[in-house]
Nanobody, 122 residues
Framework: VQLQACGGGFAQPGASLRLSCAAS????????IGWFRQAPGREREFVAA???????IYADSVKGRFTVSRDNAKNTVNLQMNSLKPEDTAFYYC?????????????????WGQGTQVTVSS
C-alpha cells in the first residue's frame, strides 16, 4: 500500500488548511485511516482517524476544529483544519490501519505516508 499526504503549507492563526491523503494498492474502503503529527522535539501524536464506516475520532486538542472525512470512490481521506493555532505546527502523516477499526495508537497502523508540513504563524 502507498499513501501520499498533501495540502500542507503556511497559515496564519485562525485560518484553515485542508490536507488530503491519497491511497493505492489495497482495499482502501475497508481500512481505517488515521492522521498523526509530529512537531520538532516532540513525539508523534494522534490527531484523528476515520473507520471504513465513516465513524471518526479526534484528539482533544483538535476536537471541534478539525474534521476528517473519506471518499472511498476516490481512495482519499481529507483532514479539514479550521481555527488553526501555532501549536498545530507539525509534520502531518496519514496512515492506514492494520484493520477496519480506528485506533489512537501509532502501532495499530501498518502503512505510513511521507507526510506534509503545516506551519501556523503570524
Amino acid at each position: 500500500v502507498q499513501l501520499q499526504a498533501c495540502g500542507g503549507g503556511f497559515a496564519q492563526p485562525g485560518a484553515s488548511l485542508r490536507l488530503s491523503c491519497a491511497a493505492s494498492g489495497r482495499s482502501f474502503s475497508s481500512t481505517a485511516i488515521g492522521w498523526f503529527r509530529q512537531a520538532p522535539g516532540r513525539e508523534r501524536e494522534f490527531v484523528a482517524a476515520i473507520e471504513w464506516t465513516g465513524s471518526a475520532i479526534y484528539a482533544d486538542s483538535v476536537k471541534g476544529r478539525f474534521t476528517v472525512s473519506r471518499d472511498n470512490a476516490k481512495n482519499t481521506v481529507n483532514l479539514q483544519m479550521n481555527s488553526l493555532k501555532p501549536e498545530d505546527t507539525a509534520f502531518y502523516y496519514c496512515a492506514a490501519a492494520k484493520g477496519r477499526y480506528y485506533s489512537t495508537a501509532a502501532y495499530s497502523y501498518g502503512y505510513w505516508g511521507q507526510g506534509t508540513q503545516v506551519t501556523v504563524s503570524s
